[in-house]
């Protein structure tokens, strides 16, 4: 006991040093993990006010929570006198070779966080994205899924999401329905147009402002076609589609206007 009180007289400004050095690093430590969970949940409710899924901010979150964590517990370990340097090259070259690793993985958490972001669609759009389309069901942070009219899932990565155009069918509130319609050249054009004319008028979805397009635009091989062009809402667009080209053909048979299709005459010459 008398060796252990001399070795403590002796070394007294040493373990002074230490233990205020132990308690800098607690208080260290103690305070960078209240600004980690600042930060954390600062980010979360930043993502919160932009409506952006809540697992996805969660995750957003708790990924800058472990990286100042990660630097607080630097901090503290050098203040005590630990060499940090090798610390830091370890983790280094472990982040490196999981990079590598999970290259795709990574290029698809960048992805979703840029669709995050940028918000170039939302749930519930309508997009054609990589060659595939269909109304967008969940946004997460490494995939999107996409569900088709005939009601598949399509999983789609967002880097492949990122990486081309996105054609979004849902962002605007109006959209064009754009028709081609052939005539016989025998037809009365004044007659073919008022016809078209008098459907679009008798469509109670199609918009006054701004106004629908009914005019001839090609004299083709065996017709001559008319381009018919209603405003309509998003949400209405295929409805109107599919009726406008119902009622058409109705309205053109009522007036005897005949819609020509492609066909062949064959002569035979008898020697």
């Known amino acids: 006991m008398e060796v252990l009180l001399n070795w403590i007289n002796e070394n007294s400004d040493l373990i002074i040093h230490y233990v205020l050095q132990g308690i800098l690093a607690i208080a260290i430590l103690f305070v960078g993990v209240k600004v980690a969970k600042f930060f954390a949940k600062l980010t979360e409710k930043t993502f919160e006010k932009r409506k952006i899924d809540k697992t996805v901010a969660g995750f957003i979150s708790n990924i800058v929570y472990a990286l100042v964590f990660t630097a607080t517990v630097l901090m503290a370990l050098a203040q005590v006198g630990i060499e940090t340097t090798s610390f830091v090259a370890i983790l280094g070259a472990a982040g490196l070779a999981v990079g590598l690793a999970l290259q ?7 992805s979703g966080v840029l669709i995050i972001v940028l918000r170039p669609f939302k749930s519930g759009d309508y997009i054609e994205v990589g060659g595939q389309s269909g109304s967008v069901e969940r946004i997460e942070i490494f995939a999107t899924e996409l569900r088709t009219p005939d009601n598949k899932a399509i999983i789609m990565p967002n880097s492949a999401i990122m990486s081309g155009a996105i054609v979004n069918y849902s962002r605007q509130k109006t959209r064009r329905v754009d028709l081609m319609i052939g005539v016989g050249y025998d037809a009365d054009l004044k007659q073919a147009k008022a ?11 199609i918009l006054k402002d701004p106004e629908y397009t009914v005019a ?8 001559v076609n008319f381009v018919v ?21 109705i309205a053109l ?14 002569h035979l010459h008898k020697d």
């Open 216 to 223: 001839v635009s090609e004299l083709a091989d065996s017709s």
């Open 229 to 249: 062009r209603p405003w309509v809402k998003t949400e209405d667009y295929w409805p109107t589609y599919f009726d406008l080209v119902e009622n058409i053909k």
């Open 195 to 205: 016809v078209l004319q008098s459907v679009l008028d008798k469509d109670s979805r």
């Open 253 to 266: 048979d009522e007036a005897n206007i005949a819609i020509p299709y492609p066909q062949m005459d064959v």
């Open 104 to 110: 795709g993985s990574l290029s698809n958490f960048a």
